[in-house]
């Protein structure tokens, strides 16, 4: 499963329902495909179990526009066995605008011919702009991988190592845990509140629904 968000504090949820772009989107996919099954809390409060041989269409409906049918209370996904080394890399450059349109058009170019090892985003703000990412193999093979654009650009690697899975998943998330202080079945009434206000009384039976279903006992993972 492909399970790194490009985003801080995305959950899993949000990050498989729209897509689930991530550091090895190019080698393994979008996490949606890996999504198995799900179950979905419908507007008139029942649950439906979905997948590719179970509600089809709604399965098809889920992996992108998710959150638009339902609660998904859920998921089962497929897996990848993780590599034991991934090189990650930076390359940072000076701003300016026409030196942005330069790195973009350099990225599209290598993304048309580049190996499916190499996973990179372009990040760009209103002062900076770095090609970071993550290369499935050793230093060298991300080297020539790389070669093009770094010839393109007329630049080099700021920073690049090579390091564990779990280490390379650290080293995009800035700071933050991996493994998150609280679990995400927490209910929280704030929230509740907001959600029947925009939604209106008429379908307040997804809530009920959702409470009904987070009511009943939870096995922790360590059970």
């Not at 900076?128 to 007329?154: C, M, W």
Request: negative net charge; hydrophobic residues 40%; contains cysteine.
């Amino acid at each position: 499963m492909e399970a790194v968000a490009n985003r801080k504090r995305v959950g899993i949820s949000g990050h498989v329902l729209h897509g689930g772009y991530g550091r090895a989107s190019r080698t393994h996919g979008l996490t949606l495909d890996w999504l198995k099954s799900a179950k979905v809390i419908l507007s008139d409060g029942s649950i439906a179990h979905c997948s590719a041989t179970d509600n089809t269409d709604l399965f098809w409906a889920i992996r992108g526009a998710g959150s638009s049918f339902g609660i998904v209370t859920e998921f089962e996904f497929d897996t990848f066995r993780p590599p034991e080394n991934v090189t990650v890399f930076a390359i940072d450059m000076p701003w300016s605008e026409s030196g942005v349109a330069e790195s973009l058009k350099a990225v599209q170019s290598l993304s048309l011919t580049a190996r499916e090892e190499l996973n990179l985003a372009f990040d760009v703000t209103a002062s900076s702009q770095a090609i970071r990412g993550l290369y499935f193999g050793d230093e060298h093979g991300l080297v020539q991988a790389l070669q093009p654009l770094l010839t393109n650009l007329k630049t080099q690697l700021s920073d690049v190592k090579s390091v564990s899975w779990l280490e390379g998943l650290e080293y995009f998330a800035e700071g933050e845990p991996l493994v998150r202080p609280q679990p995400y079945n927490v209910v929280c009434p704030s929230t509740q509140r907001i959600i029947l206000s925009a939604i209106g009384h008429c379908s307040t039976n997804i809530i009920l629904a959702y409470n009904n279903l987070y009511e009943q006992p939870h096995n922790s993972p360590t059970d």
